[in-house]
């Protein structure tokens, strides 16, 4: 079955610490998996995609397909980092399961 | 940067009244549109994938005959909630594709009375 698991409902660090968001993916095939942001009062809006291995906002991410996992990381979160975020993957013919996110709380 | 639009942003309405949610790509051509269901505190579920001028594609236990979608052209989809219950009552989301990459709407907070 295809499904995106986030594991942590909410995540709370303190301001200058690591972040790490996990997510983690169950897909037969070779998967094309996303992070999506959601800022309070919002839409929802892309943040990384594994294909692109890009740094955006000091996020990155990365797929290690052995572990099934795409988690995304920062060495510093931000106060402006709070948000929901949502794992996802594009199952074929542009289908995209989202996770459950993951409210991060970034304190002062 | 691509921006999709949802009209109304929230709508209340009687039980038994159909409402209809339209979802506009203002600045590209959108050949597939997806419409989510957003519950309190959880995911966004997808509901159907509409491509223009074909029929939809339901998920698997959404009910076609009660979520009538269409997607008349490159820029317009419409979601229409018909007979509508207070379970119904949800946040529905819009998107569009633009290539691979998915542009959301704001969002539609549909409550039925």
């Known amino acids: 079955a295809q499904r995106v698991t986030q594991p942590e409902k909410l995540l709370s660090v303190f301001k200058g610490a690591p972040v790490e968001l996990k997510c983690n993916y169950s897909y037969s095939g070779s998967p094309e998996l996303f992070w999506y942001v959601q800022y309070s009062r919002q839409r929802l809006q892309l943040l990384l995609r594994h294909i692109s291995r890009e740094s955006i906002k000091g996020f990155t991410a990365d797929l290690n397909k052995g572990e099934t996992s795409f988690h995304l990381k920062k060495p510093f979160a931000q106060e402006e980092d709070s948000a929901m975020y949502y794992c996802a993957l594009l199952s074929g013919t542009y289908k995209y399961i989202f996770g459950t996110g993951t409210r991060l709380k970034v304190l002062a | 940067g691509a921006v999709v639009s949802q009209h109304p942003s929230w709508v209340i309405c009687k039980s038994g009244t159909s409402v209809k949610i339209e979802c506009r790509s203002l600045?590209?051509?959108?050949?597939?549109m997806f419409w989510y269901r957003q519950f309190p505190k959880q995911s966004l579920m997808l509901m159907a994938t509409s491509n223009e001028g074909s029929k939809a594609t339901y998920e698997q236990g959404v009910e076609k005959d009660k979520f009538l979608i269409n997607h008349a052209s490159l820029t317009l989809s419409t979601l229409t909630v018909t007979s509508a219950h207070p379970e119904d009552s949800s946040f529905y989301i819009c998107s569009a594709l633009d290539d691979w990459e998915q542009y959301f709407g704001p969002g539609t907070r549909l409550t039925v009375t």
């Open positions: 600045d590209f051509q959108a050949t597939t």
